[in-house]
T-cell receptor, first 112, second 115 residues
Framework: SQQGEEDPQALSIQEGENATMNCSYK?????LQWYRQNSGRGLVHLIL?????REKHSGRLRVTLDTSKKSSSLLITASRAADTASYFC????????????FGTGTRLQVFP | NAGVMQNPRHLVRRRGQEARLRCSPM?????VYWYRQLPEEGLKFMVY????????ESGMPKERFSAEFPKEGPSILRIQQVVRGDSAAYFC?????????????FGDGTRLSIL
């Protein structure tokens, strides 16, 4: 089964609102990464949070990590129509830092 | 500074034909990963290669699929005798090395359609 599972599967909001996506995972991790995928394109790396970090910011992005609950959240503040995309969390396979295990993603739609 | 380049972007094959997907990693990157994505799903790891070596092929089907990353030239993912179930988007990613803080950089993928 998937290491990462995102919630919700789909999210629709208005421009200016905040969007929160959650990710749960099953095994111990060294880090957790969030990627964005625009329709028909490849994945773009957004942010990496290490297992000893609880929160990280990058521009309008805020990521939290709770290793006790094996969960992470991605918050996009003041969303824009250009944020419309699918968002995936990914974790390096335990014991093997080279392959990433992806969740099924959250499809975010931001309406102007 | 070009990113990861994949070609072709779209590939159509009939059942039983061969599909060859190419990936040129970012300059300076010697580690290549291939992933497959079915519609509405996340990416599934297939294989991890370094120059001239397959490091981890645990996600590759045992038959019909092969991958290589020669000393010169792009990495190739080869699918022989394609079947309808091979229809998917295939993504290549590269990184400069292993380690906890080495994010993978992705190409735009090859969308394979089997008629």
């Amino acid at each position: 089964s998937q290491q990462g599972e995102e919630d919700p599967q789909a999210l629709s909001i208005q421009e200016g609102e905040n969007a929160t996506m959650n990710c749960s995972y099953k095994t111990s991790i060294n880090n957790l990464q969030w990627y964005r995928q625009n329709s028909g394109r490849g994945l773009v790396h957004l942010i990496l949070i290490r297992s000893n970090e609880r929160e990280k910011h990058s521009g309008r992005l805020r990521v939290t990590l709770d290793t006790s609950k094996k969960s992470s959240s991605l918050l996009i503040t003041a969303s824009r129509a250009a944020d419309t995309a699918s968002y995936f969390c990914a974790t390096p396979h335990y014991g093997n830092t080279d392959k990433l295990i992806f969740g099924t993603g959250t499809r975010l739609q931001v309406f102007p | 500074n070009a990113g990861v380049m994949q070609n072709p972007r779209h590939l159509v094959r009939r059942r039983g034909q061969e599909a060859r997907l190419r990936c040129s990693p970012m300059k300076g990157h010697s580690h290549v990963y291939w992933y497959r994505q079915l519609p509405e799903e996340g990416l599934k790891f297939m294989v991890y290669l370094q120059k001239e070596n397959i490091i981890d092929e645990s996600g590759m089907p045992k038959e019909r699929f092969s991958a290589e990353f020669p000393k010169e030239g792009p990495s190739i993912l080869r699918i022989q005798q394609v079947v309808r179930g091979d229809s998917a988007a295939y993504f290549c990613a590269s990184s400069p090395g292993t380690g906890e803080d080495q994010p993978q950089h992705f190409g735009d993928g090859t969308r394979l359609s089997i008629l």
